[in-house]
C-alpha cells in the first residue's frame, strides 16, 4: 500500500489504536485520539504514560485505524517525536495541543485559558508519529 492511498482513510479518522514497544519488546497498545495531517499524526498524552516513557526510550510505534464495520484498516508505521511537556499556560507546547484538540474536536474548545491550565495540570505533550510506511485493507 502506497501512503498517498492511506492519507484519507487516515485523515477521516481520529480514532485508533498506537503500537509502542515495551522494555522487553512486547508490544503495548493504547485506545487514542490523533490528527493526521502531512504525514504526521499528532497524539495528545500525559507525561507518565507507558507509551511516552517507551517512545522516549524507542520511538518506533504504529498507529492501527480501523473502519467502523471493522473489515477496512490501516497501520501506520513510524518514528515519534515528542514535543516539550506544557509548563506554562499557552506556551508553544499547549498552543499545539490546543491545536490537535480542536482539528479532532466537532468545535474549538470555548475556554482556551481552563484548556491551557488543565493541560499544565495534566503534564500533557504531543506525539509526533511521521508515518514511513503503511499497510492494510482498503478497497480499490
Given at each position: 500500500?502506497?501512503?498517498?492511498?492511506?492519507?484519507?482513510?487516515?485523515?477521516?479518522?481520529?480514532?485508533?489504536?498506537?503500537?509502542?514497544?515495551?522494555?522487553?519488546?512486547?508490544?503495548?497498545?493504547?485506545n487514542?485520539?490523533?490528527?493526521y495531517?502531512?504525514?504526521?499524526?499528532?497524539?495528545?498524552?500525559?507525561d507518565r504514560?507507558?507509551?511516552?516513557?517507551?517512545?522516549?526510550?524507542?520511538?518506533?510505534?504504529?498507529?492501527?485505524?480501523?473502519?467502523?464495520?471493522?473489515?477496512?484498516?490501516?497501520?501506520a508505521?513510524?518514528?515519534?517525536?515528542?514535543?516539550?511537556?506544557?509548563?506554562s499556560?499557552?506556551?508553544?507546547?499547549?498552543?499545539?495541543?490546543?491545536?490537535?484538540?480542536?482539528?479532532?474536536?466537532?468545535?474549538?474548545?470555548?475556554?482556551?485559558?481552563?484548556?491551557?491550565?488543565?493541560?499544565?495540570?495534566?503534564?500533557?505533550?504531543?506525539?509526533?508519529?511521521?508515518?514511513?510506511?503503511?499497510?492494510g485493507?482498503?478497497?480499490?
Amino acid at each position: 500500500m502506497d501512503l498517498s492511498n492511506a492519507e484519507p482513510f487516515l485523515s477521516e479518522h481520529t480514532h485508533g489504536v498506537l503500537m509502542t514497544l515495551k522494555r522487553e519488546g512486547r508490544p503495548q497498545a493504547s485506545n487514542i485520539s490523533y490528527h493526521y495531517a502531512d504525514g504526521v499524526a499528532r497524539i495528545s498524552v500525559t507525561d507518565r504514560r507507558a507509551k511516552t516513557r517507551n517512545l522516549r526510550r524507542d520511538p518506533r510505534g504504529s498507529l492501527y485505524v480501523t473502519s467502523k464495520d471493522f473489515w477496512r484498516f490501516v497501520v501506520a508505521e513510524g518514528t515519534a517525536e515528542l514535543s516539550d511537556i506544557t509548563t506554562s499556560p499557552g506556551d508553544s507546547a499547549g498552543q499545539e495541543l490546543l491545536e490537535v484538540y480542536n482539528a479532532i474536536s466537532a468545535e474549538p474548545h470555548p475556554d482556551p485559558d481552563e484548556f491551557f491550565r488543565a493541560m499544565v495540570a495534566d503534564e500533557r505533550l504531543v506525539i509526533r508519529l511521521s508515518v514511513e510506511r503503511v499497510y492494510g485493507q482498503l478497497p480499490g
